[in-house]
């Protein structure tokens, strides 16, 4: 198999073993040609890495951003954004992803099985459906762990890449809609499997602002009148019911508020057919 593949390896420099290994386990990837680039998001890659081809961002641009950064300086039928701390464990997971690609010609993006680096239980952010269920058991995804990811080139333009606004947090929710907003299905693939260590993102009072204001800026760029207003009900409720600290409420409320009245960018809404396409998937998104 000869295909191109533009990777995109993200990273802030403060991991610099893990990094290391995520670049390994990149270049050791078999059946297929790779066009790679190490982004560092406010630090300079080729410092480690004087050999690679590097982007340096001065400043950190957010992890959305970053990532549409690198993809302008790679080429390839498909695009496979990789974070630092994750890695493939086997050297054909490449191949394998683009060989699902070509066989399923409705499948617009594929997020691979992650499987704990280390201690502690598989979280169920990492299982890209509403009904987890079996890890092992593969299936249309209508939400997205992003720290692995493969899509088909034509369609990452045609979206428009991934929300550069948002910083940090639900940027895959975006692109997983948008897949299916221009006719394709998001899959699991629970077949081919990446490394990453389970980490508790609720330490971080950004986590809490983010969250809350991403979760509106989806709705007002994705969803249509009255899906927007339900989505944002919606997670309002579960947001609140899970809070356990005055800290989190707060920085949670500045999120909501500045996502209310902030502006959030453009984006093609939803049709309903996409709509209801993510509700046969599985996850129609009121919720």
């Known amino acids: 198999m000869s295909n191109q593949v533009g990777a995109v390896l993200l990273t802030m420099g403060k991991r610099p073993e ?18 790679l680039v190490i982004v560092g998001n406010g630090w300079n890659p080729a410092i480690q890495f004087p050999h ?12 959305p951003a970053g990532r549409n950064a690198g993809v302008a300086q790679v080429s390839g039928e498909y695009l496979f954004f990789l974070d630092d701390d994750a890695y493939l464990d086997n050297q054909n997971s490449l191949s394998a992803l683009i060989e699902k690609l070509e066989s399923h010609q409705e499948w617009g993006l594929i997020q691979p099985r ?6 502690g239980v598989v979280p169920n952010r990492w299982i890209p459906r509403l009904r ?9 995804a209508t939400t997205l762990w992003e720290g692995a990811v493969i899509i088909r ?35 699991y693939a629970a077949d081919v499997t990446v490394r990453h260590p389970v980490i508790n993102p609720t330490r971080h009072l950004d986590f809490y ?23 944002v009900t919606t ?11 005055l800290s989190s409420l707060i920085a949670w409320l ?5 996502g209310i009245f902030v502006s959030a960018g453009r984006k093609e809404k939803l049709s309903w057919a996409a709509l209801f396409a993510l509700g046969r998937a599985g996850r129609f998104p009121i919720i």
Do not use: C
């Not at 997670?235 to 600290?245: D, F, N, P």
């Not at 500045?254 to 500045?258: A, C, E, I, V």
């Open 18 to 35: 893990e990094l290391a290994r995520a670049l390994a386990s990149l270049k050791n990837q078999q059946g297929a040609t790779i066009d």
């Open 52 to 63: 690679e081809k590097t982007l340096h961002l001065p400043e950190n641009l957010g992890i």
């Open 114 to 119: 992650v499987d704990p680096d280390g201690p």
């Open 132 to 140: 987890v269920g079996d890890p092992l058991q593969s299936s249309p």
């Open 153 to 187: 080139r034509k369609l990452f333009d045609d979206i428009g890449g991934w929300p550069s606004e948002f910083f940090y947090a639900h940027e895959g929710i975006e692109l997983i809609w948008q897949v299916y907003n221009h006719g394709f299905v998001g899959w």
């Open 209 to 231: 602002r983010l969250n809350a204001r991403n979760r509106v800026w989806l709705a007002k760029r994705n969803l249509p009148f009255p899906i927007s207003i339900i989505y």
């Open 235 to 245: 997670w309002t409720l579960i947001s609140l019911i899970r809070m356990r600290k």
């Open 254 to 258: 500045d999120g909501f508020l500045n």
